[in-house]
T-cell receptor
């Protein structure tokens, strides 16, 4: 199964950009890259997803490497509310790649 | 807004009991999922369903079964609860436009199950 690897934790200062990396070297051509985040005592919530091209939405940007073996979630200005665990997952046509792993715990320092 | 609700936030059961965890979504989504979340292991997929009465095993289906009799409801069943099934259980749903499963997943708040 294609899986993802992420750093266990990262820190950022408030109002600075944050780049959260994810490696997915065994990604297949039909796998979408999804990012979710989980605030304390809540279920995960969707952040962004993409297939090949970089994507932007109101929450974040997603930069996908040309070979698709890695991606980076970009929070342009971290706020205290962005402190959460961020998960990078692959979702493919067969449905057998919902691997969330342990994600990256982001701490935002005031 | 999509709403995914789970029948209980906290549940305490005894070893050997049959446990039902219920999940309901109100957005007419085709796909529904059950995960468990444990410290150090992240979220792991137990089962998912892409249509009524259809189910697929995830990574850790052993000790669990599921039921999807209606589109909006997906139940997780622990036939004989064991202490190693103490965990946080999360339900999610997504639309399955054109039979795909790549759509955004919407999660419920979770059920924290303690098996004594």
């Amino acid at each position: 199964d294609a899986k993802t690897t992420q750093p266990n934790s990262m820190e950022s200062n408030e109002e600075e950009p944050v780049h959260l990396p994810c490696n997915h070297s065994t990604i297949s051509g039909t796998d979408y890259i999804h990012w979710y985040r989980q605030l304390p005592s809540q279920g995960p919530e969707y952040v962004i997803h993409g297939l090949t091209s970089n994507v932007n939405n109101r929450m974040a940007s997603l930069a996908i490497a040309e070979d698709r073996k890695s991606s980076t979630l970009i929070l342009h200005r971290a706020t205290l509310r962005d402190a959460a665990v961020y998960y990078c997952i692959l979702i493919g046509d067969t449905g057998n790649q919902f691997y969330f792993g342990t994600g990256t715990s982001l701490t935002v320092i005031p | 807004d999509v709403k995914v609700t789970q029948s209980s936030r906290y549940l305490v059961k005894r070893t050997g009991e049959k446990v039902f965890l219920e999940c309901v979504q109100d957005m007419d989504h085709e796909n529904m999922f059950w995960y468990r979340q444990d410290p150090g292991l992240g979220l792991r997929l137990i089962y998912f369903s892409y249509d009524v009465k259809m189910k697929e095993k995830g990574d850790i289906p052993e000790g669990y079964s599921v039921s999807r009799e209606k589109k909006e409801r997906f139940s997780l069943i622990l036939e004989s609860a064991s202490t190693n099934q103490t965990s946080m259980y999360l339900c999610a749903s997504s639309s399955g436009t054109s039979g795909t499963i790549q759509e955004t997943q919407y999660f419920g708040p979770g059920t924290r199950l303690l098996v004594l």
